[in-house]
C-alpha cells in the first residue's frame, strides 16, 4: 500500500504525535474549566459577605508619618477640625481617609512641591481615639463601650448589657464614615435573619436601640397593661388577649380606641361584640393607641372622658412583651 516501507515508522510517529497533544488538550481544557468552576464556586460562597469596611481616620487620633528610606519619621495628632500639619507640607485635611488614602495623600504633597522623587509613604495610626462605639436607646446600659476592630451589633448590644423589654426591632447604625447616611437593621434573633441582623460596627459607630410601639389596654379587663408590640401587626383581638380578655361586667358594645392625631387624640367606637362574633372585621392598631372598655353596671364610666381615659393609660405600669 506504501511505496516505500520506511515512511510507515515515520506516519505512525506523526500519528501518535497528534493523538497525544490532543489528549494534552483536554485535559488541559477540563482542568481550566474545572478550576474555572472551582473559583466560581469560592467566589459564590464569598461574595455574599460584604467586605470589612476600612478603618477612617478620625479627630483625636495620633498618626505616625514617615518616607520609606529618609530620616522623615514625625507623629502628629489630628485636630479636632480634622487636619494635620507636616514639616515641608504644612496643614492637610486627613480626616475620614483611609489609611491609604492618607498615604497618597502626603505623598502628592511630597512631590509636588519637590521635596521627595516618587516618596513611599507610610502612615500608621498608632492612636485610634475613637475605638469606643455608642450603644443608645432601649439597652440596659446605654454607653460608650471600647470595642477596639470590626466587631457585629450583637457584640455592641452585648456589651451595653442586652436590649430592654421595651427595645423594638430597628436599630440604626451611623457609621463614623458616613454620619449623615446611617443604616437601619431589623433586629432579630431567627436563625433565618441572623446574618441580615448582625452585621459589622466599626469603632466611632454609633448603635441606637428603637423603643418598640406600645398598644394601651385599659378599662374593665382582667389585667390593664401596655403591651409592647415586637411584630408590626396587633389587633383589638390580639391587645385585648393580651390584658387576659375582658371581665363578665365589661360593655363591649361600648368600646372605644382612643387614637393621636395632628389634631389631638381621636375616638373611634369599636365594635367589640360584633368582632367576637365574627360579624365584623378586627381593627390593626398602631403604636400608642389605647383600648378602652367600660364598665357596663356603671353608666358613668362608659361616659368617661378621652382625657380621663388618656392619665388612666399613662398611668399603666406593667409592660409585657407581644
Known amino acids: 500500500m506504501f511505496s516505500n516501507g520506511a515512511a510507515i515508522p515515520g506516519v505512525l510517529r506523526r500519528f501518535f504525535v497528534c493523538f497525544l497533544l490532543t489528549a494534552l488538550l483536554q485535559v488541559g481544557t477540563a482542568a481550566a ?34 518616607v520609606f528610606g529618609t530620616d522623615f ?30 498615604e497618597q495623600t502626603v505623598a502628592r504633597e511630597l512631590s509636588q512641591r519637590g521635596y521627595f522623587n516618587d516618596p513611599q509613604v507610610s502612615v500608621f495610626d498608632r492612636e485610634y ?27 455592641a448590644i452585648s456589651a451595653a448589657g442586652g436590649t430592654t423589654a421595651r427595645a423594638g426591632s430597628q436599630v440604626s447604625i451611623t457609621h463614623r464614615g458616613r454620619p449623615d447616611r446611617p443604616d437601619v437593621v431589623q433586629f432579630s434573633y431567627d436563625a433565618n435573619a441572623i446574618e441580615r441582623s448582625n452585621p459589622r460596627v466599626s469603632p466611632g459607630d454609633t448603635v441606637v436601640v428603637a423603643k418598640a410601639g406600645i398598644v394601651y389596654v385599659v378599662g374593665d379587663v382582667r389585667e390593664p397593661k401596655g403591651i409592647v408590640m415586637e411584630n408590626s401587626r396587633m389587633t383589638v383581638l390580639q391587645a385585648i388577649a393580651m390584658a387576659q380578655g375582658a371581665n363578665p361586667t365589661a360593655a363591649l358594645d361600648s368600646a372605644r380606641l382612643i387614637r393621636k392625631s395632628a389634631d389631638g387624640p381621636h375616638e373611634t367606637p369599636i365594635p367589640l361584640k360584633k368582632i367576637l362574633a365574627a360579624k365584623a372585621s378586627d381593627p390593626t392598631l398602631q403604636a400608642e393607641d389605647i383600648l378602652f372598655l367600660p364598665t357596663s353596671t356603671a353608666k358613668s364610666a362608659g361616659r368617661r372622658s378621652i382625657e380621663a381615659i388618656i392619665q388612666a393609660a399613662t398611668g399603666v405600669a406593667i409592660y409585657h412583651p407581644y
Do not use: H, W
Open 33 to 66: 474549566q474545572n478550576a474555572g468552576s472551582q473559583q466560581s464556586e469560592t467566589l459564590s460562597q464569598t461574595g455574599s459577605q460584604s467586605p470589612i469596611p476600612e478603618m477612617l481616620i478620625g479627630g483625636g487620633d495620633l498618626l505616625e508619618v514617615s
Open 73 to 102: 519619621v514625625k507623629q502628629v495628632r489630628v485636630s479636632g477640625t480634622g487636619e494635620i500639619s507636616l514639616p515641608l507640607v504644612g496643614p492637610l485635611k486627613v480626616s475620614g481617609l483611609s489609611i491609604r488614602d492618607a
Open 129 to 155: 481615639t475613637t475605638q469606643a462605639i455608642s450603644v443608645l436607646g432601649e439597652v440596659q446600659k446605654p454607653g460608650i463601650y471600647p470595642l477596639p476592630g470590626d466587631r457585629n451589633l450583637f457584640d
